[in-house]
């Protein structure tokens, strides 16, 4: 009796180390289940890929018609995020759409469907945490039998910034001061507010290098170009 009770046990704990180290390869794999996986299409010359190299991704849509994804997928981020990456029409090699290295997508199938959710850090956390949260949306589809895409269109996810914290930030800016060393939380929260509607952070971030004194250059100038075209192309 002994004997099987410790035999019982060991099989208990076999069972529970297995279903613990399947659920942490789980958590460290990318949940691409939502997509086709197979080879029958393979990449096109495109960002982040050549002819002939093997697709990241592959739909297969319900008329016949498939469409490879071919990029970078972050394995250590949930779900399927990519960046620097072509959609291409498997038949004719033609390129759908392409994202680069700078953009961060996620992507997901519904039905007949791929969604691309384009998402960009932003700092609309609590105290001003930095967020990935989503600013445009692709659908590619099936439309009059034939591969359609809508294109990126802007669809900023909902967030709030509290007034107060909004009001004391601004308050702080002092004009001809420069930029200090915490320039990119500063250009992101005057990102942040414009997207809002704030039309004082929108004013200071459109004339950042006049409002401050300061010529921006290499990493602050991408950064504020870019939340510039960001702001205007959600805005528009």
Request: aromatic share 8%; net charge negative.
């Given at each position: 009796m002994f004997r099987l009770t410790i035999i019982f046990i060991c099989i208990l704990t076999f069972a529970?180390?297995?279903?613990?180290?399947?659920?942490?390869?789980?958590?460290?794999?990318?949940?691409?289940?939502?997509?086709?996986?197979?080879?029958?299409c393979n990449c096109f010359d495109g960002i982040g890929s050549r002819k002939g190299d093997?697709?990241?991704?592959?739909?297969?849509?319900?008329?016949?018609?498939?469409?490879?994804?071919?990029?970078?997928?972050?394995?250590?981020?949930?779900?399927?995020?990519?960046?620097?990456?072509?959609?291409f029409e498997c038949k004719t090699g033609k390129s759908l759409t392409e994202y680069d290295a700078m953009q961060i997508c996620k992507l997901y199938k519904k039905k007949?469907?791929?969604?691309i959710q384009e998402l960009k850090y932003l700092p609309t956390g609590k105290n001003w945490t930095w967020n990935l949260i989503?600013?445009?949306?692709?659908?590619?589809?099936?439309?009059?039998?034939?591969?359609?895409?809508?294109?990126?269109?802007?669809k900023l996810e909902k967030f709030a910034i509290d007034d107060n914290d909004a009001e004391i930030f601004l308050n702080s800016l002092t004009k001809g001061k420069?930029?200090?060393?915490?320039?990119?939380?500063?250009?992101?929260?005057?990102?942040?507010?414009?997207?809002?509607g704030n039309e004082?952070?929108?004013?200071?971030?459109?004339?950042?290098?006049?409002?401050?004194?300061?010529?921006?250059?290499?990493?602050?100038?991408?950064?504020?170009?870019?939340?510039?075209?960001i702001?205007?192309?959600i805005k528009q």
């Open positions: 529970c180390n297995n279903k613990s180290e399947t659920k942490n390869a789980v958590n460290k794999t990318p949940n691409l289940d939502t997509l086709d996986k197979d080879n029958s093997t697709a990241t991704l592959v739909l297969n849509f319900r008329n016949g018609q498939s469409i490879s994804v071919c990029g970078f997928v972050d394995k250590e981020m949930e779900g399927t995020t990519i960046s620097e990456f072509n959609v007949d469907s791929l969604i989503q600013i445009g949306e692709e659908i590619i589809t099936i439309k009059d039998k034939k591969i359609f895409t809508t294109g990126n269109k802007p420069g930029h200090n060393n915490e320039w990119e939380l500063e250009i992101g929260k005057l990102e942040v507010l414009t997207l809002l004082r952070a929108k004013y200071i971030l459109e004339n950042y290098e006049e409002y401050t004194g300061q010529e921006t250059d290499g990493a602050v100038r991408e950064t504020w170009k870019d939340a510039r075209a702001t205007e192309w």
